[in-house]
């Protein structure tokens, strides 16, 4: 089944706001061999702490009868805003909650809800699989290439940046501390 708009934003915000050094993630890990429970996205640090993810886009999404995989020593679930305001009384008190990607609902520390091996061995094979998929694609540049793209929108964004500041400093000076109620300014 393809994945929804949403879907695709909300793992995209989990995946950077997870993405730091000494936090390694993978989506779709599979537990065990041949196992029937799949999280969505999974993190493993150099703490040795595991955190599992379930994304949920819609309210039928999360009352479905797939498993939600909670077998990390933190679990949270992945949700838009108006999901949370409907789900807010539903969601146990061990489990987090990220809005996006921002955490409006802190987990509880849990035991880890199977043999870490298994846990370890499962991320493994995953990360494993995207390697083959990205080996397979037979674009060895891709990698460099979004990388290459990543760089330059990062020096566009700060020369855009750049270039607001210098026009607020110069608004400032011309018309001073109200300058936005001067001229109609809105945020």
């Known amino acids: 089944m393809a994945k929804t708009e949403v879907t695709k934003k909300l793992e995209d915000a989990i995946y950077r706001e997870t993405r730091k050094q000494g936090t390694f993630g993978c989506f779709e890990v599979t537990i065990g061999w041949f196992g029937n429970e799949r999280v969505d996205y999974m993190t493993y640090n150099t703490k040795g702490e595991w955190r599992c993810y379930e994304v949920k886009c819609s309210i039928s999404d999360f009352h479905s009868k797939a498993k939600k995989t909670f077998l990390g020593h933190y679990n949270y679930y992945v949700i838009t805003r108006e999901l ?87 608004l400032y000076l011309k018309f001073g501390r109200k300058w936005k109620e001067e001229i109609g300014f809105e945020d």
């Open 84 to 170: 949370y305001e409907k789900v807010i009384d539903e969601i146990p008190g061990h489990i987090g909650v990220y809005v996006y990607g921002t955490l409006v609902k802190r987990p509880k520390k849990q035991e880890l809800g199977i043999e870490e091996q298994i846990l370890k061995n499962s991320f493994i094979r995953s990360l494993y699989r995207d390697v083959e998929k990205l080996y397979d694609s037979g674009d060895e540049n891709l990698v460099g290439r979004l990388r290459s793209d990543a760089e330059k929108a990062d020096r566009e964004t700060r020369k855009e940046r750049n270039k607001h500041i210098k026009l607020q400093n110069f």
